[in-house]
């Protein structure tokens, strides 16, 4: 008798196309994506990613010069001296300052600039304490490219050093002596906040949660068609794209609410900074939760059942999460990878919610991220009016 | 003129002919039953009348008018099989949604609300949540969400069906009400008793054709069944059928066929005597629309 529930669950499952996937194929498709994030070449973590930084040569002298073109040598750090003067591909170039430097830090280009002031010169490889310091402006978001930065500009140092035909002098005294070239560490971001992470994780959960909840809402669809409510809706005058269009206003409308409850949430218990950044919040929030219902419309109407789109949900939702940066900040991603992320509306959700939260970007800074969203809105809302066509009149 | 025609309807679903030139009318004020087995085409029909099938063929016409798919019917209730409501929403509130999605509003939706209210029985239960309701309960509500903004013909897809004979009862006299207003009403359904006892007229439907439409004395000549059925009830069990009759499965009763009642009933009862048996009741009866419907389809209704 044992034998025969072992047989039949064993048949069904056979017949059960879906249940194969969701027992075979969806934790083959997890571990891909995440062996592609986590594990080799697919973040900076491992060492396999070169940090970019924007190095300003203040004293431009024979010996700082070595020093940038150690530092260009490094195969960890992809150095940036000059930016364009306008857009366009053959503007010409100019050198970077210190303040624009900062500038592209600010905006999230570059994790990390490095500044070489006059006199920086002589103290390679003094272990002059009083000699002139490196500057490293770093944004505090990304914990590793400062203190990366920090350490090659040592090995920087010493190389330059040595084909400076500097001199290794003078007499240690201390382990801050110790290091070739001193360097002062300011973080041009977030100073004034306590938990500069929250900011992060309050956008990634609540962009990974609104899409699980827009999907699941929009299961609704699928139980309104069991009901046969959908069928008696259909022949009233509402139409299909009537009924669409009030399913994702009410969806937009749920994951706005969502949103604003995690962020006062975080406001009040982690100081999270919502009050200063209200425009912007309010911005990112109704964009990021048209996409998300939109996004949940779509995986409704693809699927026939709860359980498809359960599984189907969970696939998607989980693996753009984790390729937009819900989980692992993108910024910690490879360059490659992080380009790829941008094929899910939530990594530019979570961009544009690091440059209001983290950045402080005034709101026509948000345009590239607005535009991006509101693109994915209107293509998931026409996919899922095409999806809806099963249920019009045959 | 008729409320509704169906002209030569056809739809193919693939190679399966759901609907294969099915014609029939159905006038003012009329309660006609829509018969057939599984997979005749009786649904496709309902919903191809609410827009909800696109035709390959033929016409639909309400009102002296062609019914386009997807374009709104105002004149025209629908009242799907399923309890076709939101469980969390009260009684009061689906109505209100349904009311809404079928074109009223304001004052009229209110003074429609407690009509439909009070005709379904619910008045005291109007804001209470739907799950919280019976079976019974819930069918009438369905109905009444159907015929809130007072169609003029009011499609039922076996609206009788898993409710108890309360409330099937119950059910039937909210459809004579909506009669008595000058509804026409279009029902599919399985229970062949009902559909004798309740419709005016009956079509027959099978593999998408009606094979048969009239009253059932009109079905039953058309399937050629004029006798009548005599069925009596013995005192005790009969060991043997006298002639002209057949014995019961529990033997205490016997069935025979005649055609003349007048003349061959005190012949057969004089038989029944002479074999020393006495009988305890008698039934006489036209042909059955079960018959009918064997006759004509080939099967029985719930095959």
């Not at chain 2, 063929?57 to 409501?85: C, F, M, W």
């Not at chain 2, 019974?136 to 903004?149: I, S, T």
């Amino acid at each position: 008798m044992i034998a025969l529930i072992v047989q039949n669950a064993w048949t069904q499952l056979r017949r059960d196309r879906a249940a194969q996937i969701l027992a075979f194929v969806v934790p083959i498709a997890f571990f891909s994506i995440f062996a592609i994030i986590f594990g080799g070449g697919g973040n900076r973590m491992n060492g396999t990613s070169r940090v970019a930084v924007a190095v300003v040569d203040e004293e431009g002298s024979e010996r700082s010069r070595a020093l940038v073109e150690a530092l260009k040598g490094d195969s960890a750090l992809r150095v940036i001296t000059t930016r364009a003067v306008r857009a366009g591909e053959n503007a010409p170039l100019e050198p970077l300052t210190r303040a624009t430097a900062e500038q592209m830090v600010k905006n999230g280009d570059v994790p990390v600039a490095l500044v070489l002031p006059a006199g920086v010169g002589a103290s390679i490889g003094s272990f002059n304490a009083a000699g002139a310091k490196a500057l490293v402006l770093h944004d505090p978001s990304d914990p590793v490219a400062g203190r990366t930065v920090g350490g090659l500009l040592q090995r920087a140092a010493l190389r330059a050093a040595a084909t400076g035909g500097g001199v290794l002098g003078g007499q240690a005294r201390d382990a801050d002596e110790m290091m070739p070239l001193r360097f002062e560490s300011h973080a041009v971001l977030g100073e004034k906040r306590g938990s500069p992470m929250v900011a992060f994780y309050a956008a990634g959960i609540a962009v990974m949660f609104i899409m699980f909840s827009a999907a699941g809402a929009g299961g609704a669809l699928i139980e309104e068609t069991e009901s046969g409510t959908l069928e008696r809706v259909l022949t009233t005058g509402l139409g299909m794209t009537g009924l669409l269009l009030g399913k994702w206003i009410y969806l937009t409308t749920l994951a706005c609410a969502q949103v604003a409850v995690m962020f006062v949430w975080g406001m009040l218990v982690f100081k999270l900074p919502l009050l200063e950044h209200l425009a912007g919040f309010i911005v990112m929030t109704v964009c990021t939760s048209a996409a998300a219902a939109a996004f949940g419309l779509v995986l409704a109407t693809l699927s026939r059942t709860r359980q498809q789109l359960s599984g189907l949900a969970n696939l998607i939702v989980l693996s753009l999460n984790a390729l937009g940066g819900s989980m692992f900040p993108r910024f910690l991603m490879s360059d490659a990878l992080q380009r790829v992320s941008l094929i899910g509306f939530n990594a530019w959700a979570l961009d544009g919610y690091i440059k209001v939260f983290w950045r402080g970007a005034p709101l026509s800074a948000l345009a590239p991220q607005v535009g991006a969203i509101l693109g994915f809105t209107v293509l998931f809302l026409v996919l899922a009016r095409r999806l809806a066509r099963r249920w019009e009149a045959a | 003129m008729a409320v509704l025609e169906i002209k030569d309807a056809r739809k193919s679903f693939g190679s399966t002919r759901a609907l294969d030139g099915l014609s029939f009318a159905l006038g003012e004020g009329e309660l006609l039953g829509l018969l057939g087995p599984n997979g005749a085409g009786k649904t496709t029909l309902i919903r191809a009348i609410a827009g909800r099938v696109r035709l390959n063929g033929g016409t639909i016409l309400l009102h002296g008018h062609t019914l386009e798919p997807e374009k709104p019917r105002r004149d025209l209730g629908v009242v799907p099989q399923e309890n076709a409501l939101y469980p969390l929403l009260s009684a009061r509130e689906n109505l209100e949604t349904f009311g809404k999605l079928n074109g009223i509003d304001g004052k009229h939706l209110r003074e429609r609300i407690a009509w439909a209210l009070e005709w379904s029985g619910l008045a005291d239960r109007a804001t209470s949540l739907v799950r919280t309701f019976s079976g019974g309960m819930k069918r009438r509500l369905n109905l009444a969400c159907g015929v809130l903004h007072e169609p003029k013909l009011v499609l039922l897809d076996e609206p009788t069906v898993g409710v108890d004979p309360q409330s099937r009862e119950s059910i039937y006299d909210m459809l004579g009400a909506l009669r008595a207003r000058g509804t026409s009403l279009l029902l599919t359904t399985h229970y062949l008793e009902e559909a004798e006892a309740r419709c005016e007229r009956i079509v027959v439907i099978d593999h998408g054709r009606a094979v048969a439409a009239g009253t059932l004395v009109e079905l039953v000549a058309q399937a050629g069944l004029t006798g009548r059925r005599v069925r009596l009830s013995l005192d005790r069990p009969a060991t043997k059928a006298p002639a002209g009759f057949a014995l019961g499965e529990d033997a205490g009763t016997l069935t025979a066929s005649i055609t003349d009642v007048a003349h061959e009933l005190p012949g057969l009862l004089a038989r029944v005597q002479a074999e020393g048996l006495a009988v305890r009741d008698l039934e006489v009866r036209t042909a059955s629309l079960q018959a009918v419907f064997l006759k004509l389809t080939g099967k029985e209704l719930r095959e």
